[in-house]
């Protein structure tokens, strides 16, 4: 016992003026900034980490004093979050993502953006095709509550009615577009939580609302009303659908990385694909955010074609440039 007890203090003398001088350095930086340190500080703490890494090793090894087991493993914690950790405040990370982290993760993810984008232009063209064949098709490619009155057995009229609304006085907007984003968010997640099994699902989820698109498009053309209806689509459709088809193009890599995982096991290969695409659902989510505003208050305080169809095409522009003109790459510092 007491030469287990005189190892242990042995040890503790030999190595406890590191550990102590890793502690002061660590609460200079907390209780500040690691600019306060000098470029031989910030060059000792990762070494003092791995010392102290040794030590807590040792420690545990031998038996030695639990309470200095503690001390050692508390210390590095601490040194851990330093050395690996985020520095950067809120503020600078949520720059760094909006300027780098998420167009790059959708630029890496363009091939099956336009597998994804194809697959939906073809189901709207299918959509109209059907409908142009037999207008019975509606009811099945348009659900009822999407529908919502506009439907081949409704006037003319109804049907301009249903793109020029008339608000009334005590209607709340924002309810409306909370209601739009929720369910634009359960579509895109949807796409994007199935893409694991292969990407199939995806690929139903995103022509399923094509179908529907391009048979709604038919009816209202055959009115008469192609544009003005392309018009009031598009002011918030650009962004919605946009964020869909990322969504579904997430699903898509992680479907083929299950199927086709190289060298990598199935797990590792899905994870990677899934951190990525996380990246990318974390900003579809907010595109869907401001097309639920362009749906709820935009598409129903501007009723001018022209300007609907201005501010689609604007977004679209916008959409494109952030994620695919090429640009510095940022880092935190």
């Known amino acids: 016992m007491k030469d287990l007890q005189l190892k242990s203090r042995r040890f503790r003398a030999e190595r406890e003026a590191d550990w102590r001088r890793l502690e002061g350095l660590l609460q200079r930086v907390e209780r500040g900034s690691a600019s306060g340190l000098s470029d031989d500080e910030l060059l000792a703490i990762p070494v003092l980490y791995r010392s102290a890494l040794s030590s807590l090793s040792v420690a545990r090894a031998t038996a030695l004093d639990h309470s200095l087991i503690e001390y050692l493993e508390g210390l590095s914690a601490r040194a851990y979050f330093f050395v690996y950790g985020a520095r950067a405040s809120i503020r600078e990370r949520l720059a760094l993502f909006f300027a780098d982290t998420w167009p790059q993760a959708v630029k890496s993810?363009?091939?099956?953006?336009?597998?994804?984008?194809?697959?939906?232009?073809?189901?709207?063209?299918?959509?109209?095709?059907?409908?142009?064949?037999?207008?019975?098709?509606?009811?099945?490619?348009?659900?009822?509550?999407?529908?919502?009155?506009?439907?081949?057995?409704?006037?003319?009229?109804?049907?301009?009615?249903?793109?020029?609304?008339?608000?009334?006085?005590?209607v709340d907007l924002s309810v409306f577009a909370s209601g739009l984003f929720t369910n634009n968010a359960q579509v895109t997640l949807i796409a994007f939580a199935l893409g694991f099994a292969f990407g199939a699902p995806t690929v139903f989820v995103v022509a399923q609302n094509a179908l529907g698109l391009g048979a709604m498009l038919q009816l209202f053309a055959s009115r008469g009303l192609g544009f003005p209806f392309v018009a009031w689509i598009m002011i918030h459709g650009v962004t919605e659908i946009f964020a869909i088809i990322l969504g579904a193009a997430a699903g898509f890599r992680i479907g083929w990385s299950v199927a086709f995982p190289g060298e990598r096991t199935r797990l590792q290969a899905a994870t990677e694909a899934g951190l990525g695409g996380a990246r990318v659902m974390a900003g579809a989510v907010l595109m869907l955010a401001i097309a639920g505003l362009l749906e709820g208050f935009g598409r129903q305080l501007i009723q001018n074609d022209d300007w609907r169809a201005g501010i689609g095409l604007a977004t679209l522009v916008l959409w494109l440039g952030y994620f695919y003109l090429p640009r510095p790459r940022r880092s935190l510092a």
């Open 109 to 170: 993810l363009w091939r099956e953006t336009l597998i994804a984008a194809a697959i939906f232009v073809v189901s709207v063209g299918v959509g109209w095709l059907l409908m142009t064949q037999d207008s019975s098709w509606y009811g099945a490619l348009v659900p009822g509550g999407l529908a919502g009155g506009r439907d081949p057995g409704a006037t003319t009229a109804a049907l301009r009615e249903t793109i020029y609304p008339k608000l009334p006085k005590d």
